[in-house]
């Protein structure tokens, strides 16, 4: 049975808390560089109810947010898109961060927002 979907990009700890509030009953696509951080994130989601399941992506390729959602309408319908991937001075240069931060959410928004479902907010 399909259910509607909300995709998750970064699988830190602030993406986990907006999945959490906002993801029950609806199947969460955990997007992250890292499968190891989108793996423990779904193992703990999973262990408490949720319905996830990670998926190796990378913010700052449009071809790879593409697989994202294609591998998210599998599911369903995406209903949902939180993004909470990123970058910040401590952890990468520059041009990482305009890269992933900035480019890479300009593409999500663009690309997710041609199929996201319209409707009202959650
Ligand atoms: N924690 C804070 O106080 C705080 C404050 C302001 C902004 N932020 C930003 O909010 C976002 C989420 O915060 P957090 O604390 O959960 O961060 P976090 O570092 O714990 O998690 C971010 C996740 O993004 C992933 N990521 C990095 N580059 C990526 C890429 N190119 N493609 C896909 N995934 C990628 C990382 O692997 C990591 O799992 C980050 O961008 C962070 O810089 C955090």
């Known amino acids: ?4 979907v909300v995709i998750l990009t970064g699988a830190g700890q602030i993406g986990m808390a907006i999945a959490r509030r906002v993801g029950f009953g609806k199947k969460i696509v955990v997007g992250d560089k890292s499968m190891k951080n989108a793996k423990t994130i779904t193992g703990i989601m999973n262990d ?15 071809e790879s947010i593409l697989n994202l959602i294609h591998r ?3 599911y369903g319908e995406i209903a949902m898109l939180i993004n909470a991937a990123g970058v910040s001075p401590s952890q990468a240069p520059i041009e ?3 890269k992933v931060d ?18 009202e907010p959650a």
């Open 1 to 4: 049975m399909s259910k509607d």
């Open 48 to 62: 408490a109810g949720f319905d996830t399941v990670p998926v190796e992506m990378d913010l700052s390729s449009r």
């Open 72 to 74: 998210a309408q599998e």
């Open 96 to 98: 990482s961060i305009l």
């Open 102 to 119: 900035l480019y890479g959410t300009a593409v999500l928004l663009e690309e997710v927002g041609k199929v996201i479902r319209a409707g």
